[in-house]
């Protein structure tokens, strides 16, 4: 009886197979080894870096959602699983024999949780696959001999505070609830934070080559799906089913999903920045405002484009589109190192201000925040809305950095203006790489001048040719 318990044990242990068959362009050990090197250069001495993963979200009941890494978690690891931490030691650590200046603490492997909820990279995966010396399971961190207030500084971002897990045992609450009594943070003494964010922002907002590869690939097949949705769209598609090609051509071309909730509105849906419901049964004769982008490997995109459902622009959509895309070439021209960042928005909110007066829109320029209430650029990279030094009018635009430029018009029913204006809402936002001297358009792939816009509606798409079951 006890062999075939062993023998069943014995089994079951290895039932779980490796995975094959996995992309081969994710980023190296060597990326992720060098930015915790890079990372641990801005640490002040004697202090310690703790980054934990992301909590696990419920989507229904039993079922969560898909699990999205702590950007700053997969950036500096690879670690793509939750219920893990990661310590950074800007000094070597002696504990007894072992020396060491990261530790790994990472999700227990288990035969049948990886049966029900996936494989895990355990200790062995994250020592060979992630290239890590010192790892150990979640459970062990309560016992493991560390005393945080040796150090002269801790350093961590903003600690999740809504984890739905017990907190007591190896889970992200366990690992959270060891750190703080460790160190004995409470509400009060909560000040580290800040520190983490200047560190992380200053690394993740210049993009390394491995890191553009990325990008690019992210911002290329997120420029063919709007040009595959450009030809397909007609007034008889509805707003989801434009959503559903663009997700279809981001996974056909291997990215894992969008980089945000998709933004796909036609006519006053349009006029909603954030308008995610994308649930309009018919697009009619509107403009379509798409602000969608893939995430490959971790990079978001981020891509819109405003195209007329029927292929055409009205005299009233032309106008206003043509202010937008002006603003947008003006950004252009001063996208380059050295340039302060906040003048992308006041260059953008000029051009805007000024073609809303030729149009008879408004009358004094400050009234342009009505129909262009957000800002022209955000970092990307990781996160949509990446992490980056946004520190005021000194902030300056430095080489290998990605910014958006997005600027907007947005006309809701009921505004004070001609009613020939009313639910036009128009955003263009390309993915900048700056350069030295100059720039470079990630998403140059995608048309933007309404002529060519115009000409690209007129070609047939290959999703205007399936056919399925009528229900
Ligand atoms: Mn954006």
């Known amino acids: 009886m006890k062999q075939l318990l062993l ?5 079951f242990t290895f039932s779980v197979q490796s995975q094959e068959n996995l992309p081969t362009d994710y980023l190296s050990k060597e990326f992720h080894q060098g930015r915790r090197e890079a990372f641990r250069a801005l640490m002040p001495a004697n202090s310690v870096a ?12 039993d079922i969560n959602y898909n699990f999205h890494q702590n950007p700053d978690m997969y950036y500096l690891t690879g670690y793509k699983e939750p219920d893990a931490v990661l310590l950074l030691f800007k000094e070597n650590q002696t504990t007894g024999s072992e020396t060491y200046n990261e530790i790994l603490f990472v999700r227990e492997r288990n035969a049948a949780k990886e049966t029900w909820t996936g494989r895990r990279l355990g200790v062995e ?23 945080f207030k040796k150090f002269s500084q801790l350093i961590y971002d903003k600690i999740p505070t809504d984890i739905d897990n017990n907190k007591s045992g190896s889970d992200l609450g366990g690992l959270i609830e060891t750190f703080k009594s460790k160190a004995s943070i409470t509400a009060e003494n909560d000040t580290a934070n800040e520190l983490f964010y200047n560190i992380s922002s200053s690394l993740r907002e210049i993009k390394t080559p491995e890191e553009l590869e990325l990008m690019r690939k992210s911002v290329k097949l997120s420029c063919i799906a709007h040009n595959e949705v450009m030809k397909a769209v007609g007034p008889d598609m509805s707003e989801n089913e434009a959503d559903g090609i663009h997700a279809y051509i981001h996974r056909h071309y291997g990215a894992e999903g969008e980089g945000y909730p998709p933004i796909v509105g036609a006519g006053a849906n349009g006029c909603i920045l954030h308008y995610g419901e994308n649930n309009a049964t018919k697009i009619d004769n509107q403009l379509l405002l798409m602000d969608v982008g ?7 995109a981020d891509v819109t484009r405003t195209v007329p459902a029927n292929g055409k622009f009205t005299e009233e959509q032309k106008a206003i589109y043509q202010i937008v895309y002006d603003a947008q070439e003006a950004v252009f021209k001063i996208c380059k190192a050295g340039t302060p960042l906040v003048a992308l928005n006041e260059t953008a909110k000029d051009v805007i201000a000024k073609g809303l007066i030729k149009l008879g829109i408004i009358t004094d320029p400050k009234d342009v925040r009505l129909y262009y209430p957000h800002s022209c650029s955000h970092f990307l990279g990781l996160d949509v809305h990446d992490k980056g030094n946004y520190n005021g009018p000194q902030t300056l635009i430095k080489e290998n950095m990605i910014l958006t430029v997005e600027p907007g018009i947005y006309i809701p029913a009921n505004s004070k203006c001609d009613k020939k204006w ?50």
């Open 294 to 300: 893939s995430e490959y490997h971790g990079y978001s």
């Open 50 to 61: 703790v980054v934990f993963s992301y909590p696990e979200r419920v989507f229904s009941r």
């Open 125 to 147: 995966g994250a020592k060979s696959k992630l290239g890590f010396k010192t790892v150990y399971n979640g459970k062990d961190f309560n016992a493991f001999a560390i005393d």
């Open 422 to 471: 009313w639910n036009i809402g128009v955003r263009i936002e390309d993915d900048i790489l700056m350069l030295k001297d100059s720039y470079e358009n990630l998403s140059a792939e995608s048309p933007r001048k309404w002529q060519d816009i115009e000409a690209l509606a007129k070609q047939k798409s290959t999703f205007n040719e399936m056919k399925f079951p009528k229900i």
């Open 7 to 11: 023998l069943f044990v014995f089994t």
